[in-house]
């Protein structure tokens, strides 16, 4: 059975495409991260861990080496503006 050749260009080109939007769209993420991969899976003490991060650094990736808070820590907690029962 002969092999159609002519079939054979636009499988590579849509493979190729494919290929491409794939790397774009890794690294288009990963450079939102800071150059860190991509969380998965994330769970409840994740999500906390990542809104302290946020409230220490400005960004939900980046941590930080000082054991020194910033400026008005002590009052940007999650508790201070969920409501009372």
Do not use: C
């Not at 991969?37 to 941590?63: C, F, S």
């Not at 820590?73 to 503006?81: I, L, M, N, Q």
């Amino acid at each position: 059975m002969p092999v159609p050749w002519e079939a054979l260009i636009p499988i590579g080109l849509v493979t190729v495409m494919f290929g491409t939007a794939g790397t774009l769209i890794k690294t288009s993420k990963q450079a939102q991260n800071q150059g860190k991969p991509v969380r998965y899976h994330v769970d409840a003490w994740d999500e906390m861990m990542m809104d302290r991060d946020q409230r220490l650094t400005g960004h939900k990736r980046g941590q930080r080496s000082d054991p020194v808070p910033p400026e008005g820590f002590e009052t940007s907690s999650v508790w201070a503006t969920e409501p009372r029962r």
